[in-house]
């Protein structure tokens, strides 16, 4: 059990004052902690919140703040705040448990500034509404959407594992056969709810969660290794952002961007989304997921760096690079359709999810069989101590920066790339025996000669 004070410890907090803001908090109940405290026999506050966390009553979060003097914001109706997952443009994603139910969720707390404008509380239920009706293996489930004392806030399935961009950037670009599996689960994803009236409006990498990928990295080699599949994020709510523009609409691109009335993101954004952002279809989504393939191929967006505008400039005028520029073994015919994802011209691109799917069959795990529930693969990762996925969690914490992986504990290696290493490490070596063996001979006849 850890037994380390949680990060952020108040060194000056007394005992006292630590359990002043533990039963204020509400998080463990009087008589259970009664009883705890007589077992926990240490006047030293952070020893105490570490024997909590010890045992499971509390969470190094939950520790961590109250360490720190906080001891409200952990219930929010009927959730208990479990960590911190992360933030973004629309709010802060938690971790909670649903406690009527005894279930783990999400919870994504709302910025009040998505409601700025009058008729976005309005918009807001019904867009939430649609979203719940998603049920597909390759969509975050929406659970419930509320408001408690002026925080709104939704509850979504939790999944545990990285999301695609903090998996790329950490491990580096993917092996094309996981790339094209992933991207062709969320077109999956992506045709679902098209066929349904829903456009997601925001695909990119940080939107796409890989479900199982924790346990897929760190699997023992004993076990079967467990299948990481796509989930894809906030499928429906990109347009909450709309919450937040102005009242008088900007005209141009540059007055939306020096206004931050943009809705969507810069470096995964089709040009005619940028333009108007209500002219977007299910093409522009199309573009977003040409722009996240590219991504997951190279470790970078087609049009990486400078500003806002310069990007969605670039996006509009500049051809779209060839992914083989940093990718040479991708194929053509897979180099084609990413080109052909990113055209400027909606009418260009593959018009539908479904078609990119059918697509990418190929060069998917198994030939396509991993679509919907990928083939089992037997990949193995060392196995050691692991941290609560949550605030920070990171690609980082399963696998150590520098890390040289083995064939088998490295489950993005491209396995063509493999092959090939290995055989021309074979072909070395067999030289250098060759090359030993007549310089033998030639020494022993030398040898035999000078008698």
Known sequence: MDQRAPPGAASGMDLPTFLYHLRRSGLIPEAELQSLLAQIPDSDPNAVAAALVARGKLTRFQAALLLLGKSRGFLLGQYRILDRIGSGGMGTVYKALHVPMDRIVAIKVLKPDRFRVPDAVRWFASEVKAAARLQHPHIVTAYDANEVQGIRFLVMEYVDGPNLDRLVRRLGPLAIEWACTFVA???????????????????????????????????????????????????????????????????????????????????????????????????????????????????????????????????????????????????????????????????????????????????????????????????????????????????????????????????????????????????????????????????????????
């Open 185 to 451: 689960q969320a077109a999956l994803a992506l045709q679902y709810g098209y066929e349904r009236g829903i456009i997601h409006r925001d695909i990119k990498p940080s939107n796409l969660l890989i479900a199982n990928g924790r346990q897929w990295l760190r699997h023992s080699p004993e076990a079967p290794a467990p299948v990481p599949y796509v989930k894809i994020l906030d499928f429906g709510l990109a347009s909450l952002t709309k919450g937040a523009s102005q009242t008088a609409p900007a005209t141009t691109l540059e007055e939306r961007v020096a206004a931050g009335s943009l809705l969507g993101t810069p470096d995964y954004m089709a040009p005619e989304q940028a333009r108007d952002f209500d002219s977007a279809d299910v093409r522009s989504d199309l573009y977003s997921l040409g722009c996240t393939l590219f991504f997951a191929l190279t470790g970078q967006p087609p049009f990486p760096g400078g500003t806002v505008l310069e990007k969605l400039v670039r996006h509009a005028t500049e051809p779209a690079p060839d992914v083989r520029q940093w990718r040479p073994e991708v194929p053509a015919e897979l180099a084609h359709i990413v080109s052909r994802l990113l055209a400027k011209n909606p009418e260009e691109r593959l018009q539908t999810p479904g078609e990119l799917a059918a697509a990418l069959g190929p060069w998917c795990c198994s030939s396509g069989a991993g679509l919907s529930t990928p083939v089992h693969l037997t990949m193995t990762t060392p196995v050691g101590s692991e941290p609560e996925l949550g605030a920070g969690w990171d690609v980082a914490h399963e696998v150590p920066a520098g890390s040289a992986f083995p064939f088998a504990s490295d489950p993005l290696l491209n396995l063509r790339e493999f092959k090939q290493q290995t055989r021309t490490q074979q072909t070395l070596v067999l030289s250098l025996v060759g090359a030993a063996v007549v310089l033998a001979v030639v020494l022993l006849l030398w040898f035999l000669f000078r008698l």
